[in-house]
């Protein structure tokens, strides 16, 4: 999983003027690379991770086994 701040992922797609973007994410957890479809040399915008301050929810056998169902 990865998170993004909000703002910066909300503003670099406005930046663009092509009509279709193309994001790639550059490793687990880590950045994305934002550009255009059809000319992506052109304009990039590297989006940097941030650290996830809540965390996901266990799965139901983890649940199940910290209760101590199983």
């Known amino acids: 999983m990865?998170?993004?701040?909000?703002?910066?992922?909300l503003d670099a797609p406005a930046s663009f003027e092509a009509?279709?973007?193309?994001?790639?994410?550059?490793?687990?957890?880590?950045r994305a690379l934002l550009a255009a479809a059809d000319s992506p040399?052109?304009?990039r915008?590297?989006?940097?991770?941030?650290?996830?301050?809540?965390r996901p929810a266990p799965s139901a056998?983890?649940?199940a086994i910290v209760s101590g169902l199983l």
């Open 2 to 9: 990865v998170a993004f701040d909000p703002a910066y992922l």
């Open 19 to 30: 009509p279709g973007l193309r994001l790639e994410l550059l490793g687990t957890g880590r």
């Open 41 to 43: 040399e052109t304009h």
């Open 45 to 54: 915008h590297l989006l940097m991770s941030v650290k996830q301050l809540v």
């Open 61 to 63: 056998t983890r649940r």
